[in-house]
């Protein structure tokens, strides 16, 4: 039961005269129609700036493709190092026999940035206990993918890593 | 009363109508059982939480959060501010204080069944503050600007990032970013300062409201045999809570002085993880348990199938008094026990583990 029994009686007309039920309803199932869509538009038009704002803008990076690291004597046989390539961590190391080898220094689990480990001759990551060879392939622990490699390129005595294309 | 404060009372009363208030109070009786003495554990944590309120906004007047100043910050509020070590340190160990009450008074409520009807909002409430309380954790160990808090943060952020469809957005939304930088720093320090307090200030009164407006929450199967004992809630029960937290403060300030938090060395986002590296405790049994995870089971990522069984498992756990029939018809089902205890003993096996491997 309504608490305002006149809430279905026909609605007076602006002429003073009253308007069929069916044309009350209907004007009545129009406004509601028109507020609601103007509430749910006026939801969108709040929630759409919000969002945007929260997702943070592309920030113009200059593409970084190699990187000069240093001369061969300053770089001992039988370790790793980090380079930084542009805003990414990249891992040089130099095995035993004095190869070079270079990959992406980002563990493929979860972010962490691995080491080389010279006892054990492999690339190691302190959080979670990955490990992988010196070809970048993840040989043990929760890594599911190997690592980038990249391309290290000795000129002289000057050694550089570069983007493998 | 003395005079001034009796007139300040009557005055009071006589535009907020407060002596219903203090009738309500001096009506209100809290059981007395053998299982009462887990009715303190959440007094502790609403102790606690006011600490963390109190050190944080203390720790704000000198506090930057800003990738080049942070660390700095914090050296200089624990090496040249007047009792800053103190303030800082009662502020970390609070925090961890805080979250090791919350997880007792939990559990104690999900042994004790007090989840259920009519007390589901409770429950809710209270899980999502632990959430929070989490959150409060994980973003706040950010804010100096380790070595051990940014991987901590990169390894953090980057488990939402393995969330099918929602995950790598959320990531980006959480870290400013693509990557772990000073933008992760600015948000972070947001969300620990203004974001989290705001929605937890807001369960926790609902939290606090339901508890005085329900009353607590006796066992099952007590009110058989024996005559139900109880304890006025004001001064009785009160007394004995701050008796407590005056012994929770005097711990604190032990910990605090003896046992100063560490600041560690600055975090350099071109270094190695260092070796030793994990999380806050109350992080490790899932810390650990993803050291365990294969690399792939059948046909998905092992990271992923971890992180969501983790997510199931405290999803099923949070809704707990819906699928828990049986306590709300006032049957103590053994089954709620051994889940309980299983998850007891898996997390403390896995923290142990953790801790010590």
Redesign the interface.
């Known amino acids: 039961m309504s608490s305002r029994p006149d809430e279905f009686a026909p609605l007076p007309s602006a002429s003073g005269q009253n308007v069929p039920l069916e044309a009350g309803q209907e004007r009545r199932d129009f406004l509601k129609l028109a507020l609601g869509g103007g509430f749910i538009a006026w939801i969108a038009a709040v929630a759409y700036p919000v969002f945007s704002y929260?997702?943070?803008p592309k920030?113009a990076e200059v593409e970084v493709t190699s990187v000069k690291v240093g001369k061969i004597a300053e770089i001992g046989k039988d370790s790793g190092m980090?380079?930084?390539f542009g805003?990414k961590?990249v891992?040089l190391i130099r095995t035993a026999d004095g190869e070079f080898r270079a990959f992406s220094?980002t563990c493929t689990?979860?972010?962490?940035?691995?080491?080389y480990k010279k006892d054990l001759g492999v690339i190691w990551?302190?959080?979670?206990?990955g490990k992988y060879d010196l070809t970048g392939r993840?040989i043990s622990?929760?890594?599911?993918r190997p690592l980038e490699e990249y391309r290290v390129i000795v000129q002289g005595d000057e050694v550089s890593v570069l983007k493998k294309t | 009363m003395k005079k001034p404060l009796r007139k300040f009372y009557a005055w009071l009363d006589e535009r907020v109508k407060i002596s219903d208030l203090v009738q309500f109070m001096g009506k209100k009786y809290v059981p007395v059982h053998r299982h009462s003495v887990w009715y303190y554990f959440g007094g502790v944590a609403l102790f606690l939480f006011i600490i963390q309120v109190t050190t944080g906004i203390l720790l704000l007047l000198y506090y930057k959060g800003s990738e080049q100043l942070a660390f700095e910050s914090i050296q200089f509020i624990m090496s040249k501010v007047q009792f800053g070590w103190l303030v800082r340190s009662i502020h970390s160990w609070a925090a961890n204080l805080f979250i090791l009450a919350a997880v007792i008074h939990m559990f104690s409520v999900y042994f004790e069944r007090s989840y259920r009807n009519p007390r589901e909002i409770t429950w809710l409430t209270g899980m999502l503050m632990l959430f929070l309380g989490l959150g409060f954790g994980f973003s706040g160990y950010l804010l100096p600007w380790n070595e051990l808090a940014f991987?901590a943060t990169?390894?953090g952020?980057?488990?939402a990032g393995v969330i099918p469809v929602v995950g790598k957005?959320l990531m980006?939304?959480l870290?400013?970013?693509e990557?772990v930088t000073g933008?992760t720093l600015s948000r972070f320090f947001g969300f620990h300062v203004a974001l989290f307090p705001g929605i937890f200030t807001f369960l926790l009164v609902i939290h606090l409201v339901l508890v005085q407006r329900q009353g607590m929450s006796e066992p099952l199967g007590l009110d058989a045999a024996h005559e139900r004992k109880t304890m006025p809630f004001f001064p009785n029960f009160m007394l004995r809570d701050v008796l407590l937290w005056l012994i929770v403060l005097n711990v604190l300030a032990v910990l605090a002085v003896f046992f100063p938090w560490e600041l560690g060395r600055k975090a350099d986002?071109?270094?190695?993880?260092?070796?030793?590296?994990r999380p806050e405790w109350y992080f490790l049994f899932m810390?650990q348990s993803?050291?365990y995870?294969?690399?792939?089971i059948l046909f998905l990522?092992?990271?992923v199938l971890g992180i969501g069984l983790f997510g199931v498992a405290g999803l099923i756990w949070l809704l707990v008094p819906f699928w828990d029939r049986k306590s709300s018809r006032g049957l103590r089902g053994k089954e709620i026990s051994y889940i309980g205890i299983g998850v007891v003993v898996y997390i403390l096996v896995f923290t142990i583990l953790g801790w010590f491997l």
């Open positions: 929260l997702k943070p920030q980090i380079v930084r805003s961590p891992i220094a689990h979860l972010d962490c940035t691995v080491q990551c302190a959080c979670h206990n993840n622990g929760p890594p599911p | 991987f990169k390894v952020t980057d488990i957005p980006i939304f870290r400013g970013g990557d933008a986002p071109f270094a190695s993880a260092p070796a030793g590296i810390f993803l050291k995870v294969p690399p792939r990522d092992g990271e």
